[in-house]
């Protein structure tokens, strides 16, 4: 029986949804780990009953962003010198010049950029991270911490804050093995690894591979394809509310079915209140079509607290029953808005009293097919457009979309003139569910309600070698 003392860190809130509003951490007691937080958000775990120790002071070296971000593009650089493939180009964000201390680091980045473009220019600008963040205060406190508490591993949540550097050199330092998860679906043709640990948990085998392609300097013994705690709270049938309850609490009309317009953040769609208002326009013309009665859950991204959306939903106030996601607003980072329980079975409960997702092309996919329910990908650019640079094009050309079995696991949205009949197929045929399925399975480790046994199983099996 273990009793094994294991960390998990936390450096920021994106982390909380998979291993702290799950049953991580219940399945984790009851393999008898000692499991303690190292918490790195402003969310109080201790109101859940959990062990933490909060992280105070967290602070990187002043270069270690600069270093982040050249290390970023040259692994771009790189990645497309080797695939022969410009869509690398794509994940880059711009540099940053409106204030004196954003063009300092955006000067120091394109300088590195400028002299580690290579191969080995990369592995210098690795080790430059690691020395720079050596320095910190905070990376004394880590290694304090450590000492003290002493644990037996330290699992991150997250590869992708730079918070997260020093920690992860402190527990190495003092010879404790590391691991890391890797948040999402999309993460890694993007170069978003920032930490480098001993192991990595990896969604499924498509993953795996896309670690070992994308990070040589990683082997196969490294990696734990595990599958994610994201979508295990759709299996939990006690959080599923009734239907008359659900219906009341939110202002839904029993007389009507619902489909879920799932928005999009502002950088990903700048247009998406015309997407929903395309939507809104299909749905009345189905309902004076038939029978049977349609209304729109709008339920928006959990970071776009904008008013964007407001003409629209006004418009179609007797179609659209908008359900906000139940998050916190910490500050004005999106990283810094942080999920919470209660939302985690509101989603679960939005699913599961819905009969179709429209969005565009987010993982909202899978939460659906969890539920064998069909999910339609909005794929046309409307008039007008904000930004005249952005397309529907750029966003499926991204990587992850290529592991799309075929054609049919989702229901293409070619034209406004579509959506009627293609969501009254939607509601009518279960034609993409197969597909859909496929591909979930190449996403995500079958069975996908016990992700969270296979990550302590892999922790045991790290601590026993």
Not at 128 to 146: D, M, P, S
Not at 438 to 465: C, G, Y
Request: glycine residues 4%; hydrophobic residues 35%.
């Amino acid at each position: 029986m273990s009793n094994n003392k294991i960390f998990i860190l936390l450096p920021d809130g994106v982390g909380l949804r998979n291993f702290a509003f799950s049953n991580f951490y219940k399945i984790g007691l009851d393999k008898k780990f000692d499991i303690t937080y190292w918490n790195n958000t402003p969310f109080n775990l201790t109101s859940l009953g959990f062990n933490e120790i909060k992280i105070k002071n967290a602070k990187t070296n002043p270069l270690t962003d600069s270093y982040k971000n050249a290390r970023k593009h040259i692994e771009l650089n790189l990645n497309i010198k080797r695939a022969m493939d410009t869509v690398y180009d794509s994940y880059r964000f711009p540099f940053f010049f409106k204030s004196v201390k954003g063009a300092v680091k955006s000067c120091a980045a394109k300088l590195f950029i400028t002299i580690n473009n290579s191969e080995r220019g990369l592995e210098k600008v690795r080790e430059k991270i690691k020395l720079q963040e050596k320095k910190t205060e905070f990376y004394k406190n880590c290694l304090e911490t450590l000492q003290k508490e002493k644990p037996d591993f330290v699992f991150c949540t997250n590869q992708r804050p730079v918070l997260a550097i020093a920690p992860i050199l402190a527990a190495k330092e003092l010879k404790i093995p590391t691991g890391t998860f890797i948040f999402s679906w999309d993460n890694l043709p993007k170069a978003t690894m920032v930490i480098e640990t001993d192991y990595y948990f990896v969604w499924s085998e498509h993953m795996k591979k896309e670690l070992l392609k994308y990070y040589p300097y990683i082997i196969e013994k490294q990696i734990f394809v595990v599958g994610t705690p994201q979508f295990e709270s759709h299996f939990n049938l006690d959080d599923i509310i009734d239907r008359i309850k659900f219906f009341n609490d939110y202002n839904l009309d029993l007389s009507k079915k619902y489909i879920c317009y799932s928005g999009d953040d502002f950088t990903t769609c700048p247009d998406d209140p015309k997407y929903l208002s395309d939507v809104a326009d299909g749905v009345r013309r189905l309902n004076e079509q038939s029978n049977d009665l349609l209304g729109i859950i709008f339920r928006r991204c959990p970071v776009d607290f904008s008013t964007r959306y407001d003409e629209v939903l006004k418009r179609n106030e007797d179609l659209i029953v908008p359900i906000d996601p139940i998050w916190e607003k910490n500050g004005t980072e999106w990283n810094t808005i942080l999920p919470t329980r209660e939302d985690v079975k509101l989603l679960t409960n939005t699913i599961f009293h819905t009969e179709m997702v429209v969005n565009l092309g987010s993982s909202m996919v899978f939460d659906y097919a969890c539920f064998k329910k069909p999910c339609a990908f909005l794929n046309y650019d409307i008039p007008n457009k904000i930004d005249m640079n952005w397309s529907v094009s750029k966003i499926y050309n991204y990587i992850h979309f290529r592991s799309m079995p075929d054609q049919n696991a989702v229901i293409w949205l070619n034209s406004a003139d579509e959506i009627t009949d293609k969501i009254r197929h939607g509601l009518n045929t279960n034609g993409t569910l197969e597909s859909a399925q496929n591909w979930f399975k190449i996403i995500n480790q079958e069975p996908p309600e016990i992700s969270s046994a296979r990550i302590w199983k892999s922790i045991e099996t790290i601590l026993n070698r």
